[in-house]
């Protein structure tokens, strides 16, 4: 560490220049005054004209910190590989892949509702295992939404959890987090072996037991009731539509017991009538059982409209009754959403059937919501109001051409992007074989994950603008920006004055209780600055204390893996985070009061094992 030092002491200025720009980098990325893309492009710039003015010279001569050396971080095979695994992720949401598995799951817990909250959690962490979390928290939201509901408990006791259990088993596989495999990277740059697909996964399953235990058992009753502040951001009810369901020979509903107003298979769904034949007959029903070519008329919201046609496309009946309709309904690029019928719109006064609104759009009307009516008649037979809604289905560039439409308003953001569920066996096949490819240790990760990515777009799962829009600019830009500062601080010699100075204060120490400090040090850093962040940065000083301790560099390197990826404290601290703010209602200080307890929890839990586990 002397000769470091003093092969460092030539880059003085270098070094405390390094370190000025770093803490503002941090500053800013804290402060959000400045977007996270224009900070990270900003420190790539500044640094690349610093070094430029004032060269670190390598022992042959040239400069170590050229914009070569700095801009590598864009053709990192970390980030590509993140890049590449948010491209998959996006396949398995795009065709409901992981949608289903949800719904099986919460069938699984189906007599206990808090057993089937503790499923979800445990399933969320497996899957975090070997796909990126963020994906997995996006799909599993609803799922927690749907179980706060029928707990009757408010979500902000929940969500939390989601992103939590997610971010913990990302820290059980090489792949399950993007800070763990920028530590891999990191290790390559440093000239040591990177790390293998299951190097950490034991020590990670004792952290992600207890983190679970501590979600289920303790973080609920720190967390606060948000329900108030939900009714008040959510003032008005969800809208209703009206619907119909034609009862096909095939159709899942034959054969199923309506009681009351509920059909058996809906329970979302509120029926008005149901048309045999000639007959009308209205709730409530005495164990009716529903018979092919029945027609049910019933109300029921976007949701689980949408949650019915991720199962089956055609479902429910295109209203107008029109030719093409199953054909239509059955596309593969769906997009729903909802218009409005215009004060002065042609269509006032004429019965669906009549407006040749099929026709003229290409789009269909699944349903249709009222205001203050109780509508019990054919949706086709409806007469239309100025301020009626529509519910509609149609391709993407059909649905954007009802803007241009002055019969109708379509309603700003309601459109949304039906699952692509012909194509989900094809989506989980790519998946596995993405994690099989990855583990066996035959193949690099990163070609695992392009092939992955390549894969999605081939088979039809993704188009090409879809796995565009699944790249997060902040990753793209964030990364590189923290591989360049790592870099700086390597070769001006600050990373090794920082091992240093953190080793003078456990002087005398165990190499256990420098492994502890290590976890410690880079939990509180990755709550300020986000976890890959710290793990670029927090490498290089990770690996000098394992020098100056006499341990393995890998050990210490684990730490920084499991204490990146304890930003739980912060929303900032990992972006899982900052997905379950709005469904939960958080507040920046809600992740404190419930995220820092866990860090402790896992600082302890690794404190203990890790030592013990390693030999320290």
């Known amino acids: 560490m002397t000769a470091d030092l003093a092969s460092g002491a030539a880059n003085t200025m270098q070094m405390w220049a390094a370190f000025a720009l770093i803490l503002g980098a941090l500053a800013l990325y804290v402060s959000e005054r400045l977007s996270i893309e224009v900070t990270s492009v900003g420190v790539i710039c500044i640094l690349i004209v610093f070094f430029q003015l004032f060269p670190v010279i390598g022992v042959d001569g040239r400069n170590v910190l050229s914009a070569e050396r700095l801009l590598l971080g864009f053709a990192n095979p970390a980030l590509i590989t993140v890049l590449a695994l948010l491209v998959v992720g996006q396949g398995m949401v795009r065709t409901g892949a992981l949608d289903r598995a949800a719904l099986v799951l919460l069938k699984a817990g189906a007599g206990s509702p808090l057993l089937s909250v503790g499923i979800v959690m445990v399933v969320a962490m497996l899957i975090s295992g070997v796909l990126n979390n963020i994906p997995v928290v996006v799909i599993f939201i ?338 590189p920006a923290a591989l360049a500062m790592g870099v700086a601080m390597q070769e001006t010699g600050g990373a090794q004055f920082l091992a240093a100075s953190m080793t003078s204060l456990v002087a005398g120490s165990s190499p256990a209780v420098i492994l502890s400090g290590t976890f410690m040090m880079a939990a509180v850093l990755a709550n300020v600055i986000g976890s890959n962040a710290c793990a670029v940065l927090f490498t290089p000083i990770a690996v000098g204390l394992a020098a100056e301790a006499g341990v393995d560099p890998h050990v210490f390197a684990i730490a920084v893996v499991f204490a990146a990826n304890a930003g739980l404290a912060t929303p900032i601290g990992y972006q899982t985070n900052v997905l379950v703010m709005g469904p939960g209602h958080y507040r920046f200080v809600d992740f404190i009061r419930g995220g820092a307890p866990l860090v402790l929890v896992l600082w302890l839990v690794f404190s203990l094992f890790a030592p013990w586990y390693y030999g320290v």
């Open 142 to 479: 609803p799922v927690i939404q749907m179980l706060a509901d029928k707990l009757d408990r408010p979500a902000s006791k929940m969500m939390m959890g989601l992103s939590f259990t997610a971010v913990l088993g990302g820290s059980v596989t090489l792949i399950g987090s993007g800070s763990n495999l920028l530590v891999s990277s990191a290790l390559i740059e440093l000239g040591y072996k990177p790390f293998d697909f299951f190097d950490f996964t034991v020590p990670g399953l004792v952290l992600a037991a207890a983190g679970l235990v501590y979600v289920l058992g303790v973080l609920p009753f720190l967390l606060p009731d948000r329900t108030s502040l939900a009714y008040r951001i959510m003032s008005r009810s969800p809208k209703h539509f009206l619907t119909q369901i034609a009862v096909a020979e095939d159709s899942r509903l034959l054969g199923a017991k309506a009681v009351g107003g509920v059909i058996e298979g809906l329970p979302d769904v509120r029926v008005r009538m149901i048309i045999r034949g000639e007959a009308v007959m209205t709730p409530p029903y005495h164990d009716f059982i529903v018979e092919a070519g029945d027609m049910i008329v019933a109300a029921a919201s976007r949701k689980a409209m949408s949650a019915a046609m991720s199962d089956d496309p055609g479902f429910l009946e295109a209203v107008a009754d029109e030719p093409g309709g199953e054909e239509a309904l059955n596309k593969t690029e769906r997009v729903m959403a909802e218009v409005m019928i215009a004060p002065a719109s042609s269509m006032i006064g004429l019965r669906l059937r009549q407006t040749g609104f099929q026709l003229r759009t290409r789009c269909f009307v699944l349903g249709v919501q009222r205001r203050a009516h109780m509508v019990r008649s054919r949706l086709s037979e409806m007469v239309l109001e100025a301020g009626d809604v529509l519910l509609v289905q149609g391709e993407p560039d059909d649905i954007r051409a009802l803007g241009a439409d002055r019969n109708i308003v379509l309603m700003e953001g309601s459109a949304e992007e039906m699952p692509v569920v012909h194509h989900a066996k094809r989506a989980g096949l790519i998946f596995l074989g993405v994690v099989a490819l990855a583990s066996s240790g035959m193949f690099p990760v990163v070609g695992a994950a392009l092939l992955g990515a390549v894969g999605m777009v081939l088979t039809g799962a993704l188009k090409v603008q879809q796995a565009t829009r699944s790249l997060d600019s902040k990753i793209v830009t964030m990364i």
